[in-house]
Structures are given as C-alpha cells and as structure tokens.
C-alpha cells in the first residue's frame, strides 16, 4: 500500500474527503467544491473544482474519471476523459464536466461528479530506431480485424 497526502483548500472544511464507496471500488469519489448551485446546459462544458490537492510517490498517477451513473442517468461525463493528475502536480484537483444530455444538470456542493483512481507509471525509456520489429498485424488498426 501507497501512501498519498491529501490537503483540503481553505474554505472546504465541510466537504468530505474523497472516498470509496465500496469495499471494491477502484475509484475514491470527489465532490464539488462549487460555492453556488452550478447548471450545465445541454452541450455545455465547466470546470468544477473539488477543493483537494493531493501528494503522491512519483510512480503513481491519479486518473479523474467519469461516474457511470451520471453518464448513464443524464449524460454526464468529462471532456478529457481520464484526466491524469501527474506525480509533481500540487494545485487543487479540478474536473470538466461536460452535459451531453438534453436536459439542463445541477451541481450542487458536496454532489459527487467524478472518481480518482490512482495507478502505476511504468519507468520507460524510448529508443529511436530506424525500423520497428515486424508483427503479423503490422500497421493495421481501427477495426482491421472485423467489427
């Protein structure tokens, strides 16, 4: 087990710390640290912030993920989607929540929008080469195999 500081910013004393919801969930639940009611119209983009920073080892990284039942539910995901919070990132966590649904979305303070999941990064080290070693499948790609 990894250890990973977690800091709330001034002013969210009242939010929960991220959480898991389950004793087998992967991702720990972030809240919304909005100060007012925040409504998302259909197609529409914002950048909602949680009110956390977080530290961790340098061979982790935090993925921001959409919550499925928001997406299925409402159409709710993010823009970029995982967001990687990189090892050396000290700033508050933030999540672009985007409306694909038709109907206008309400985010309320303390509403749980998005999951952090935390991963290894593999140590790597890219070498140029002329020609790459052959495959079977070669170049092919998108949908080069059927369906």
């Known amino acids: 087990m ?5 800091c709330r910013i001034a002013g969210n004393e009242d939010l929960i710390l991220p959480k898991k919801m389950s004793t087998g969930a992967s991702g720990f639940d972030l809240s919304a640290a909005v ?23 340098e061979n982790l990284e935090a993925q921001v993920r959409p919550r499925s039942g928001l997406a299925f539910k409402h159409g709710i995901s993010m823009l970029n989607s995982p967001g990687t919070i ?23 303070r303390g509403d749980r929008i998005a999951q952090l999941v935390f ?3 593999a140590k790597v080290h890219l070498e ?3 020609e790459l070693i052959g495959t079977v499948r070669g170049a ?8």
Do not use: C
């Open 2 to 6: 990894q250890t990973v500081q977690i």
């Open 35 to 57: 100060t007012e009611e925040l409504v998302l119209k259909p197609g529409e983009w914002k950048l909602v912030p949680t009110g956390i920073s977080i530290a961790m080892p």
């Open 86 to 108: 990189d090892a050396d990132y000290r700033g508050e966590i933030k999540v672009i929540m985007v409306n694909f649904g038709d109907q206008p979305f309400r985010v309320n």
């Open 119 to 121: 991963q290894e990064v």
């Open 128 to 130: 140029q080469v002329e």
């Open 140 to 147: 092919g790609g998108f949908g080069h195999t059927g369906v």
